[in-house]
């Protein structure tokens, strides 16, 4: 079994980043992060419509709580669905290129979304209507799973290997950009009166990605293929079956980068996703306060995710994540009894302080170093299924099982353990990991 993390001059592939010049390399980044940000505005709309409208307009039980959680077991059916496009589209990034990919998966992504916007709700036509959610739900999953890896590696293939941490997680600014469009849209509608709203306001945010996807596929049609992949391509050294590939000789990378994304996403799922149902149905708090928590970590999110990259390039991609680790177990109790007081302010800054120190950082400089795990012929889909199958497992289950336990106990303390425990697989997936900051590209 082969480590590829470990990086030696002999297993370099020319990645040709030092030839980008500045301004190109800017243009790049910019490109991705557009291109990105629309592709989580799709995904994200969603989430915030689970909490607020799913479970009232397409899973009308009697019991509010078990509408909860059937609402968020169709939300974990996006996260699923992602390893699958990740291998999909891992597959044919590796064969025929990072560009391709990308143009393909806004367009599947915008149009599951559009056509979310105009179903037919549970009173309408009865059960039909959340099996046809489901479907869109599972298309959502597939578009996101393939847009992320050829994302990161568009920019990641052409940074020059000083600043790779810093440029590689500008790509995720592309999401709490999204997450502000998302989370703003609904704000905005969900100040109608309740009656408008759940008969046609909640569909506005989801008939407007048609939009979007015009914008960016104009944007992802004008990007150049990576050097790295154009390298591989001339000397016919590109992956037949990369996942065999992968699986055979790469297995120690793949599951350190599934550990890697576990801590991170429950707590961007406890954090953004849960706490809207908790702090609505539960301490009865008016959901646009916590929206607008959600909205602020988001927003501060555009300056930290980049400020993490760069430290990363300076501290290394390991002390970083650590670091966060040590943030998800410690800060995992007291969460819950800060949003407890139900005072605005302090559940605001709650909100902001768990994304920000357990999502962000993670989020962020796990951009470049899922990358760097995998040579240039298997990066797209090693990268994308790792940082998919972690997200799944983790991100796919944790509402469910957040609203599960809260049902089962009537307490979060269990929430709170379960939380610690994901902090723990990463951060032993973290002592595991090779430190890749400042190397080349193998």
Not at 279 to 307: K, Q, Y
Not at 424 to 442: D, G, N
Request: proline share 5%.
């Amino acid at each position: 079994m082969t480590f590829t993390g470990t990086l030696s001059p002999t297993q370099s592939e020319p990645a040709a980043a030092g030839a980008v010049a500045p301004d190109e390399m800017r243009r790049i980044v910019w490109s991705s992060v557009i291109g990105t940000a629309v592709e989580w505005y799709d995904f994200l709309i969603y989430a915030a419509a689970t909490a607020l409208v799913f479970n009232k307009l397409f899973f009308p039980v009697g019991d509010p709580a078990m509408g909860t959680i059937a609402a968020f077991g169709t939300y974990a059916v996006g996260y699923f669905a992602r390893p699958l496009g990740a291998a999909i589209f891992g597959h044919y990034g590796d064969k025929l290129g990072r560009k391709a990919m990308l143009a393909t998966t806004i367009v599947i992504m915008g149009l599951g979304t559009f056509c979310i916007g105009l179903l037919p709700t549970y009173e309408q036509v009865g059960i039909l209507a959340p099996i046809l959610l489901v479907i869109l739900r599972f298309v959502q999953g597939i578009g996101i799973g393939g847009e992320w890896g050829g994302a990161v590696l568009m920019v990641v293939e052409n940074a020059p290997a000083k600043k790779r941490g810093l440029f590689g997680s500008m790509v995720q600014v592309g999401n709490p950009i999204g997450n502000l469009a998302a989370i703003g849209i609904f704000a905005l509608v969900s100040q109608m009166p309740d009656s408008a709203f759940l008969s046609w306001g909640w569909r506005i945010p989801f008939l407007l990605s048609i939009l979007l996807i015009v914008v960016g596929l104009f944007i992802r049609l004008k990007l150049d293929e990576t050097p790295a992949f154009r390298e591989m391509k001339a000397k016919s050294q590109v992956a037949q079956a990369p996942l065999v590939e992968i699986f055979r000789d790469h297995r120690r990378p793949f599951f350190t980068a599934v550990g890697l994304k576990i801590a991170e996403i429950s707590y961007a799922s406890v954090a953004s996703i849960f706490v809207i149902s908790y702090a609505t149905a539960n301490l009865g708090m008016a959901r646009a306060t916590i929206l607008n928590g959600v909205w602020a970590s988001a927003f501060i999110a555009l300056f930290t995710i980049p400020l993490f990259g760069w430290m990363s390039d300076k501290l290394g991609r390991k002390t970083m994540f650590l670091l966060s680790c040590l943030f998800c177990a410690g800060f995992a109790f007291p969460m819950f009894a800060l949003l407890e007081t139900r005072d605005p302010m302090i559940v605001t800054a709650t909100i902001v302080v768990a994304i920000s120190c357990g999502q962000m950082v993670m989020f962020g400089v796990g951009a470049p170093w899922y990358s760097e795990l995998f040579p240039a012929r298997l990066r797209y889909s090693g990268a994308s299924l790792g940082f998919q199958i972690g997200a799944a497992i983790s991100g796919g289950l944790t509402p469910f099982v957040a609203a599960s336990l809260l049902a089962w106990t009537g307490a979060t303390w269990p929430i709170s353990l379960f939380l610690i425990g994901c902090a723990l697989i990463t951060a032993f997936a973290t002592i595991m990991a090779p430190e890749t900051a400042r190397k080349e590209l193998i």
